[in-house]
């Protein structure tokens, strides 16, 4: 069965809400709804693509578009490739040229709303930032959440506390404090042993890769309206992480870093084969940093990780 390749849109408003549109009765998955787009001819590029149905839909120009997700899914009569781009910019007003409704929707709306299978990694990655501080191990508390309030004041949306010295009370006790600073503004990502999910439920979970390895076959432990991460490390990991239906991963080292200056560096050219055969937002992690953010696009993923490069001073 030969996998349909097919171009489709996170198109965002300037308000950062994002365009639906309601898939017609009678299509496949009729009725779900949708991110707009439509299949790739065999002498299209994707980009070209992209725009020529974006135009036939909605009657819009893509202007500013870069890639966010490539997704492959198997349906029992369908294989597909989704190939998925961000929209920033556009001229024209959308409007549903094929009698489809439209409905632009908050990000954080996008769980109410039933779209076919193949769409949660994209609904996640639409979700995610394109950048996840992870804090720094060694510094003092005070210290540590006067940073973390400046890095959420400074635009950071997606934290991970970081619990280097394994799971003792201190940590748990900080995780208190950081609950708080993140309410409402960013979305915090906590680890430690699964006993404790239940007393933090606003935090989402990102697991060691010791952690993937030990529970992934036992499935998903956190309901889907909880994030749940991983830390991986090569395709074993990465293949671990689908089977537990994780919601994104990081992938590291990327490059040679001072957290792990004996790890052996992945690089980008092996970093992108990985990501390639993997339908799940990637932040790529080591020796990374703002700067490295459209390297990590092209290379697939959805934005980059870090410690230094993404720790405000304090």
């Not at 003792?168 to 993140?182: E, M, S």
Request: proline content about 8%; glycine content about 10%; some cysteine.
């Amino acid at each position: 069965m030969k996998r349909v390749h097919v171009a489709a849109a996170v198109i965002r408003g300037a308000d950062g809400r994002i365009l639906l549109a309601r898939r017609a009765d009678t299509q496949h998955q009729g009725g779900l709804w949708e991110f707009p787009g439509g299949k790739v001819e065999a002498d299209e590029s994707v980009a070209t693509a992209l725009s020529r149905e974006l135009h036939e839909e909605l009657g819009i120009r893509v202007t500013t578009a870069r890639p966010l997700i490539k997704v492959q899914h198997d349906y029992p009569d369908k294989q597909v490739l989704l190939d998925v781009w961000e929209v920033s910019a556009f001229t024209g007003e959308p409007h549903g040229a094929e009698g489809q409704p439209l409905e632009w929707v908050a990000p954080r709306d996008l769980i109410n709303y039933e779209f076919p299978a193949a769409n949660a990694p994209i609904v996640a990655a639409a979700r995610l930032p394109a950048e996840y501080l992870i804090t720094p191990g060694e510094l003092e508390t005070p210290t540590l959440l006067r940073g973390l309030q400046k890095a959420i004041a400074g635009g950071i949306k997606l934290v991970q506390l970081r619990a280097p010295n394994g799971y003792d009370p201190k940590y748990r006790d900080l995780a208190v404090d950081a609950v708080g600073l993140c309410a409402g503004k960013a979305q915090l990502m906590l680890k430690g042993p699964f006993e404790w999910l239940g007393d933090f439920p606003s935090a989402g979970w990102h697991m060691t890769s010791a952690q993937l390895r030990k529970y992934a076959s036992k499935g998903r432990p956190l309901p889907k309206d909880r994030w749940l991460a991983a830390s991986c490390h090569n395709a074993e990991e990465l293949a671990l992480a689908q089977m537990m239906d994780v919601d994104f991963v990081t992938l590291s080292p990327v490059q040679p870093t001072l957290t792990h200056p004996d790890a052996q560096p992945l690089g980008w050219e092996q970093a992108a084969q990985l990501i390639s055969g993997f339908s799940k937002p990637v932040f790529l992690l080591g020796g990374l940093g703002p700067a490295e953010r459209e390297q990590a696009w092209e290379a697939g993923a959805q934005g980059v990780a870090g410690i230094r490069a993404f720790w405000p001073e304090v």
